[in-house]
């Protein structure tokens, strides 16, 4: 039986207590800060040097903590932009950790953008691996195709699509039961590809509004198949914060949801 564990808090209340070497694969998108120690997706993304280096301070005290708890074959896959590629390799510098690719999402849909500049179809996400990490498929190129909009079904401003997600765990080979971790969960996303894909999963997410969307994802991925929901918005949540007693569907996956007090 798998295990699927998700938790509203800050994901460094929560790192430090997962086991050392215990996952399998991070994938996580997390918040295009400016200023260190925030947690919360700014406004701009745009931003002088030093606030730039604040923030990669913020970005390698996390990233330690990932490295801390994957595997010595595990991988790290972390969503970025042009505009904050420096915080991620100077994050990456600070960490002793080496980028290996930048894989390019192409959403084959425009951005919003100025007048001065192009409007931008892409977004990319930084591969960290350890040591014994290898890419089973040595023809995987570094641009993949993978339909997005300005309208996204859960309302999150930064949600990804989950066949997307789904396919960076295809591409690493992982087996039935590997953990694979989100510290910045948001709507639950690689939650609901993770379940798909057969594996376990861990999550954190601080924000009640974002937990509960999560929540009531991965509940209904559990209970009517990840494929189906994950083309459909969530339905409110209707039950209260902290521990919720495991629960176990026809997906054969035990869910445990760890609110504030947990």
Known sequence: MRNFTIYEKDCMEVLPTIPAASVDCVITDPPYILAAGSSNH??????????MMNAAYWYSAWYQQVWRVLKNTGSFWTFCNWKTMPIIQKAAFDAQISI?????????WIGPGGHQGLRPRY???ALLTKENFRIPDRST???WESLWSAIKPTGHPAEK??????????????????VVLDPFMGSGTTGVASMECDCEFIGSEQDTKWFKVAETRIQAAQS?????????????????????PPTTGESGAQISFI????
């Open 123 to 125: 977004e990319n996400v």
């Open 141 to 143: 190129p570094d641009i």
């Open 224 to 244: 009517q198949g990840a494929k189906w929901f994950s083309a459909r918005n969530p339905t409110p949540h209707e039950g209260g914060r902290g521990y919720r």
């Open 161 to 178: 699509p989950v066949d997307l997600i789904a396919k960076i765990i295809q591409a690493c080979e992982l087996q039935s039961g590997s």
């Open 100 to 108: 290996q690719s930048v894989l390019v999402w192409d959403k084959k």
């Open 42 to 51: 700014q406004n701009g993304k745009t931003g002088t040097w030093a606030d």
């Open 259 to 262: 609110g504030e007090g947990g």
